[in-house]
């Protein structure tokens, strides 16, 4: 039986700081993938769901975009989020991949923990949180480009049961962040840039997996691990180079690199993960998709992670006469060091 799960990306970051921006340049090139969106807006009105609806991407029709407007979805999560999940997974045609875009004042971690709710655990994986910052703003001292207006809206918010300053709101989106996209990087210079680098590495404690962006252009593959080719078939075996220019894809991303890791049989699929954390951590692996084959398990271990964060779960029985076998593929900045990191996974499977 075939039990894949549909990865969940949580989208944050302050108001303004291009969510939406990048979400609508996600849709026109998402690799053909069906996607749904769940948007939480309750200050502006419903506004960016327009945006997106305007934007007429055949794989995200108006009905896969919903709204939620009753309140800050952390806040709210059992009474709005989790039936909204419901539904979708009800639905005959089912998303391949869901999408979050939470307001700019919510705090993810209780939004990830409502990921754990029992109906939703079995259907959907948390791919990651990907925080988006608006580097200009950082660059300028602030943390988003109308600091006024987001502490305003933060101040009058009486649905927020969480009363965080802007400040501690800004930390714990990027404490929660697998992957910071460092967008609206055209408006600062490379001193500019280097600052709000330091910035956000100050404000976590552990090391950032960040990228930057220009009007939320970043590829589908890197984003959400679409159309990364972690099947055998050769229609999903799209090379680092066709990722890069799928019909709609906004421009060539020279900054990023994929490669493929084929290996053996895995014995301790714990001990070969806790390792695989500490490579992708070292060689600043942005993404790492694909499935092992576990010694003596009738059924494959489907694996993702995005910077440290690893999900992995059995989604299937490898098939009669199928060749068992491991396979990873990786994607990091252009500068990645491929031949180390493969000869670091090789190295875990060689005793
Ligand atoms: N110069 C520049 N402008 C950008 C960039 N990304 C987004 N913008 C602009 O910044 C403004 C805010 O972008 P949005 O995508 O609406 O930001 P958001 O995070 O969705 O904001 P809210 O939905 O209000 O929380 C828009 O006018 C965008 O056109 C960028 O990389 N560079």
């Known amino acids: 039986m075939n039990q894949q799960k549909i990865p969940a990306t949580v989208i944050t970051g302050f108001l303004g700081a291009g969510k939406t921006t990048m979400i609508r340049n996600l849709l026109t090139n998402a690799a053909g993938k069906k996607i749904a969106l769940i948007i939480n807006e309750f200050g502006d009105l419903g506004v960016d769901g327009e945006v997106l609806k305007g934007c007429g991407a055949e794989n995200c029709s108006e009905d896969d975009i919903i709204e939620l407007t009753n309140g800050c979805i952390c806040c709210t999560a059992a009474d709005d989020f989790i039936p909204t999940m419901t539904k979708l997974l009800e639905r005959e045609q089912r998303p391949d991949h869901i999408v979050i875009e939470t307001s700019g004042l919510a705090l993810p971690q209780p939004l990830v923990a409502a990921f754990n709710w029992p109906d939703i655990r079995t259907q959907v994986t948390v791919d990651g949180v990907i925080t988006v910052v608006d580097s200009a703003a950082v660059a300028a001292g602030r943390f988003a480009d109308d600091h006024d207006a987001v502490e305003a809206a933060r101040v009058e918010d009486n649905s927020l049961d969480h009363e965080s300053p802007i400040e501690e709101l800004f930390e714990d989106q990027l404490t929660c962040a697998d992957l910071i996209v460092l967008n609206k990087t055209d408006l600062i210079d490379g001193d500019g840039l280097g600052r709000v680098k330091n910035e956000v590495a100050s404000r976590i404690a552990r090391k950032p997996v960040m990228i930057e962006a220009r009007n939320g252009e ?6 959400l691990g679409l159309g990364i080719g972690t099947e055998d078939d050769i229609a999903n075996r799209k090379s680092h180079h066709e990722l890069e220019h799928e019909e709609g894809a906004p421009h060539d991303h020279d900054e990023f690199d994929s490669f493929v890791v084929e290996l053996g049989a895995v014995s301790d ?30 059924m494959r271990l489907q694996l993702q992670a995005v910077g440290s964060r690893i999900d992995q779960y059995f989604d299937r029985a490898w098939a009669a006469g199928e060749a068992r076998r491991t396979r990873l593929v990786v994607i990091g900045l252009r500068e990645i060091n491929q031949d180390a990191v493969r000869k670091a996974i090789e190295a875990l499977v060689q005793g």
């Open 218 to 223: 970043v590829p589908a593959g890197v984003l």
């Open 269 to 298: 699929p714990t001990g070969f993960i806790e390792k695989l954390k500490g490579i992708i951590a070292e060689h600043d692996v942005l993404r790492l998709k694909g499935f092992i084959d576990v010694s003596g398990k009738p």
